[in-house]
């Protein structure tokens, strides 16, 4: 693997690493309040976000019949294929201490979660995840409702929870936001080509 903050290898980085840890600075110890502390560290939990995705699983087959089961199907598959892509092909070959971990700067992190995660920071898996299946939800539901635009606030608040709680960067976030965004177009392209856009009639 490789550590991402060593400065021979990416040494052209580090005014972005730089910026970086200032930003998260900003995020985790001065932007705060007593609100965001109680709901951010429960917004990036599974048990409030998966029972919104077996709705919406079951909403969607029940409304659109066999093409609403391939589109479940499909679904899965974006969020197995991000946290591969994520979890175990990027964070396999670039190590990032998480700020919680890390040498520099753990000691003043606030973490406002009962665990620092050992594995690398980069890239964040909950951004990637969220978005991967936001950027899919949208492109094949925006004809059947504008609102469904509302899923990237969702993913946007569980990826800025991650920052704000301690166990990524902003960077991590953002690249896990890009990876994510790239990984549901994609999707999106391949399940619009073979079954068409979901609409109602």
């Given at each position: ?10 040494g052209?980085?580090?005014p972005i ?6 930003l ?13 502390d109680?709901?951010?560290p ?5 048990e409030?976000?998966v ?13 659109f ?13 974006t969020a197995?294929?991000s ?6 092909l990027?964070?396999?070959?670039i ?11 753990g ?7 009962n ?20 950027i ?9 409702s504008?609102?469904w635009?509302?899923v990237?606030?969702w993913?946007?608040?569980i990826?800025y929870?991650?920052?704000y709680?301690?166990v990524?960067y902003p ?7 890009i ?7 994609c999707?999106?392209i391949?399940?619009i ?9």
């Amino acid at each position: 693997m490789v550590l991402l903050l060593n400065t021979k290898l990416f040494g052209s980085l580090q005014p972005i690493l730089r910026f970086d840890h200032w930003l998260f600075s900003k995020i985790n110890q001065q932007w705060t309040n007593s609100f965001f502390d109680s709901l951010l560290p429960f917004l990036r939990e599974s048990e409030l976000w998966v029972p919104f995705y077996l709705f919406l699983l079951i909403f969607i087959t029940v409304n659109f019949g066999k093409t609403g089961w391939w589109w479940s199907f499909a679904l899965i598959m974006t969020a197995i294929i991000s946290d591969l892509a994520s979890s175990s092909l990027i964070k396999q070959f670039i190590f990032r201490y998480r700020p919680c971990r890390d040498p520099i700067i753990g000691d003043q992190v606030r973490l406002l979660v009962n665990y620092c995660p050992k594995s690398s920071s980069f890239t964040s898996s909950h951004a990637c995840n969220h978005f991967a299946i936001s950027i899919f939800i949208f492109l094949t539901l925006k004809q059947t409702s504008k609102w469904w635009a509302l899923v990237f606030l969702w993913a946007f608040a569980i990826s800025y929870a991650q920052v704000y709680v301690g166990v990524h960067y902003p960077l991590d976030v953002a690249c896990g936001t890009i990876l994510g965004c790239i990984i549901g177009y994609c999707m999106n392209i391949f399940f619009i080509k073979q079954f068409g856009s979901l609409s109602l009639k």
